[in-house]
């Protein structure tokens, strides 16, 4: 079997596991409990905080625990137009957020807030010109995506953040689900971002777990009202067990860092050399320093996506159309659609995935299955 869908979700690395388990064993008491147990439970969620505060580069104070990405989203969009909705109900996002963002800007939008989308170039990436020109007086907040999940596109986020110094009252939201531990911390984590966003089971912790960056000072309504845990911010019992596994997962994951980007982006280069080659080929992601080293879309001309997928996946090579939450649905890419794709053309994307676990073998075998499926498709629509 070859996975390559790892933007999707990927697999719970065994280490993780057993810290899982382990956890769930052994520390099973309520970290708002008065008791020694519940005291004991305490203590390792505020190590898996400081943990990853460490591992982040920011204070551990700075670090709350989530559901995932899609909470993560929600809270800051949502938590910052109810906390800031008397200064102002102008937000800023792109066109090829995640729905999490998307679907939070729409309803906000029949709250009476206003929504600027911002348009995306040839490559889908916004303009640091484009965002400087739609700031306006009322504006509460900027939410742009460090990794495009559809085709790896890069967003200019530094570029952003030096228009926003000059704005100190807007917040600036990132949602990173798709650039942790792709070489690209240090632009995500910029002096001038407010919240981060980051989902566990992209990175190899258990799903149903994540977490965000809130700068110290930076003020955010609460979603989830109820006992008061994570600092009155986000109340319900913490899932322990999840939450000491992403620690590990994340350590794990930023380990020897740049030595596992280098090795998927050659593995996205062999794919992509390739691949290129056929005339029926459309490409979206490019080689470039400004898309992630991990995500590869393309086409095959004529042929809808879900045939592809279908087709590798009787090879046991396992790949997916543009995004996983919007797949089953059978739309068409969010992203390829803002960068003006004609349709006939977006509804046969597919995009391939990596993770630091994939190998050029595994790439060598699907090139070979590219092949044979692309020669069958040609005889069928000749």
Same mark, same amino acid.
């Given at each position: 079997?070859?996975?390559?869908?790892?933007?999707?979700?990927?697999?719970?690395?065994?280490?993780?596991? +057993?810290?899982?388990? =382990?956890?769930?064993?052994?520390?099973?008491?309520?970290?708002?409990?008065?008791?020694?147990?519940?005291?004991?439970?305490?203590?390792?969620?505020?190590?898996?905080?400081?943990?990853?505060?460490?591992?982040?580069?920011? +204070?551990?104070?700075?670090?709350?625990?989530?559901?995932?990405?899609?909470?993560?989203?929600?809270?800051?969009?949502?938590?910052?137009?109810?906390?800031?909705? #008397?200064?102002?109900?102008?937000?800023?996002?792109?066109?090829?957020?995640?729905?999490?963002?998307?679907?939070?800007?729409?309803?906000?939008?029949?709250?009476?807030?206003?929504?600027?989308?911002?348009?995306?170039?040839? /490559?889908?990436?916004?303009?640091?010109?484009?965002?400087?020109?739609?700031?306006?007086?009322?504006?509460?907040?900027?939410?742009?995506?460090?990794?495009?999940?559809?085709?790896?596109?890069?967003?200019?986020?530094?570029?952003?953040?030096?228009?926003?110094?000059?704005?100190?009252?807007?917040?600036?939201?990132?949602?990173?689900?798709?650039?942790?531990? =792709?070489?690209?911390?240090?632009?995500?984590?910029?002096?001038?971002?407010?919240?981060?966003?980051?989902?566990?089971?992209?990175?190899?912790?258990?799903?149903?777990?994540?977490? #965000?960056?809130?700068?110290?000072?930076?003020?955010?309504?609460?979603?989830?009202?109820?006992?008061?845990?994570? =600092? /009155?911010?986000?109340?319900?019992?913490?899932?322990?067990?999840?939450?000491?596994?992403?620690?590990?997962?994340?350590?794990?994951?930023?380990?020897?860092? +740049?030595?596992?980007?280098?090795?998927?982006?050659?593995?996205?280069?062999?794919?992509? &050399?390739?691949?290129?080659?056929?005339?029926?080929?459309?490409?979206?992601?490019?080689?470039?320093?400004?898309?992630?080293?991990?995500?590869? !879309?393309?086409?095959?001309?004529?042929?809808?996506?879900?045939?592809?997928?279908?087709?590798?996946?009787?090879?046991?090579?396992?790949?997916?159309?543009?995004?996983? !939450?919007?797949?089953?649905?059978?739309?068409?890419?969010?992203?390829?659609?803002?960068?003006?794709?004609? &349709? =006939?053309?977006?509804?046969?994307?597919?995009?391939?995935?990596?993770?630091?676990?994939?190998?050029?073998?595994?790439?060598? +075998?699907?090139?070979?299955?590219?092949?044979?499926?692309?020669?069958?498709?040609?005889?069928?629509?000749?």
């Amino acid at each position: 079997m070859i996975y390559f869908d790892n933007s999707a979700t990927t697999k719970v690395a065994p280490q993780v596991l +057993e810290t899982y388990s =382990k956890v769930s064993k052994q520390i099973w008491g309520n970290p708002s409990s008065l008791h020694a147990l519940g005291e004991k439970a305490f203590g390792l969620l505020e190590q898996a905080r400081s943990q990853i505060a460490e591992l982040m580069g920011v +204070e551990q104070d700075e670090i709350f625990f989530t559901s995932g990405g899609t909470e993560g989203d929600n809270w800051v969009v949502k938590g910052t137009a109810i906390e800031k909705r #008397m200064h102002g109900k102008h937000i800023i996002t792109s066109s090829v957020e995640h729905p999490a963002v998307l679907n939070s800007m729409a309803q906000l939008e029949k709250l009476g807030f206003e929504v600027t989308y911002l348009p995306v170039d040839e /490559n889908g990436r916004v303009s640091a010109a484009d965002l400087e020109g739609a700031i306006r007086s009322d504006t509460i907040l900027v939410s742009i995506m460090a990794v495009n999940n559809e085709i790896g596109a890069i967003q200019p986020i530094d570029e952003i953040a030096a228009v926003l110094r000059a704005y100190p009252k807007i917040h600036f939201h990132i949602d990173a689900v798709q650039g942790i531990g =792709k070489g690209i911390q240090q632009m995500i984590m910029n002096e001038r971002v407010d919240f981060v966003t980051f989902s566990g089971h992209k990175f190899h912790a258990p799903r149903g777990i994540g977490f #965000m960056f809130k700068r110290r000072g930076r003020k955010l309504a609460p979603l989830m009202s109820g006992g008061g845990q994570e =600092k /009155n911010l986000r109340s319900g019992t913490e899932n322990l067990p999840a939450i000491a596994a992403m620690a590990k997962s994340l350590r794990l994951l930023l380990e020897e860092e +740049e030595k596992k980007v280098q090795k998927q982006f050659e593995i996205k280069k062999f794919i992509y &050399d390739y691949v290129t080659k056929f005339p029926k080929v459309t490409m979206f992601s490019q080689m470039t320093a400004d898309f992630a080293p991990h995500i590869l !879309c393309f086409t095959i001309d004529g042929v809808r996506g879900e045939t592809i997928v279908h087709a590798f996946e009787e090879h046991e090579i396992y790949i997916s159309t543009t995004s996983a !939450c919007s797949s089953k649905k059978h739309v068409v890419s969010g992203t390829l659609n803002a960068m003006n794709i004609p &349709d =006939k053309i977006a509804t046969s994307a597919i995009r391939i995935s990596l993770d630091e676990h994939n190998s050029l073998a595994e790439a060598r +075998e699907f090139v070979g299955v590219f092949e044979q499926l692309y020669h069958q498709f040609e005889k069928i629509n000749s």
